[in-house]
């Protein structure tokens, strides 16, 4: 065998073997994104407006299961409760267990324990509740309102029956790391800074943006090895035909 032919066939073995090590990496990295997104979170549709402009009506979104026990204030979740009808709803959580619950100050904000907070998220420029209110909540719940608060149906509805339109903390399912449709609208749902100087703080995010890296390099792996294979299999034959080619 010439030293052509066998420096070829070495580059064929050296890619075929990068080419296969890349996409067993890959589809690794890949399929395992998909598998740990699918045990982590949900996707829902969100059927209304009242957790505009955060969520849109039909917007996609992707919520991490979780324990009702590890929901903070400013976390946007999905519940079911039979008070409000048993079906999966999505609002922000403004208050725990102990909370006293405000609307509005002077400036048109919510206080929480008599201190006010700032929420940037909310449609419109008015205050943040049309009709005034107060409640506390007793423990083990939650107090929870719409983004849109003039077009929310949410504690505010419930606050003559028991628990003050509040939810317990077992009926969430969910929480909402991020939209995924429209694609012009995906991104992460940010933890609000209002609440973040209240006890307990807000919630970190979960492993989303983790997990779609997994995935999106898996998917360069894959195509970048099959694209390396294919080079080596056309470097091995045209160092073939150069040797064929020399004995002719």
């Known amino acids: 065998m010439s030293g052509v032919q066998r420096g070829a066939d070495g580059r064929g073995r050296a890619g075929r073997v990068l080419s296969g090590l890349a996409v ?4 690794l990295l890949f399929l395992g994104g998909f598998g740990w ?3 982590l979170y949900r996707p829902y549709t969100v059927p209304t407006d009242s957790m505009a402009p955060t969520i849109g ?3 996609r ?7 009702g026990g590890e929901v903070r204030r400013g976390d946007v979740v999905v519940f079911e409760d039979e008070v409000w009808g048993n079906v999966p709803m999505v609002k922000r959580v403004v208050g725990v267990g102990g909370d006293h619950i405000e609307c509005c100050d002077k400036q048109g904000r919510l206080t929480i324990n008599g201190k006010p907070v700032e929420e940037p998220y909310l449609e419109g420029s008015g205050p943040a509740s049309p009709t005034g209110f107060s409640a506390t ?3 083990g719940r939650l107090f929870l ?14 606050m003559t029956e028991a628990g003050q339109g509040t939810v317990p903390r077992d009926a969430v399912r969910a929480r909402v790391d991020a939209k995924a449709w429209p694609v012009s609208g995906w991104g992460m749902i940010e933890r609000p800074g209002g609440f973040a100087g209240l006890p307990g703080g807000t919630s970190r995010p979960g492993p989303l943006p983790l997990i779609t890296t997994c995935v999106v390099a898996g998917a360069v792996l894959i195509l970048g090895g099959a694209a390396v294979g294919a ?3 056309r470097a091995a034959r045209g160092g073939k035909a150069a040797v064929a080619h020399g004995h002719g």
């Open 137 to 139: 909540v007793p423990e």
């Open 24 to 27: 067993a990496v890959g589809c």
């Open 57 to 59: 009506r039909g917007d």
């Open 231 to 233: 080079l080596a299999q």
């Open 37 to 39: 997104a699918a045990l």
């Open 61 to 67: 979104i992707l919520a991490q299961r979780i324990d």
């Open 145 to 158: 309102l719409g983004d849109h608060r003039s077009d929310s149906l949410d504690s505010r509805s419930h």
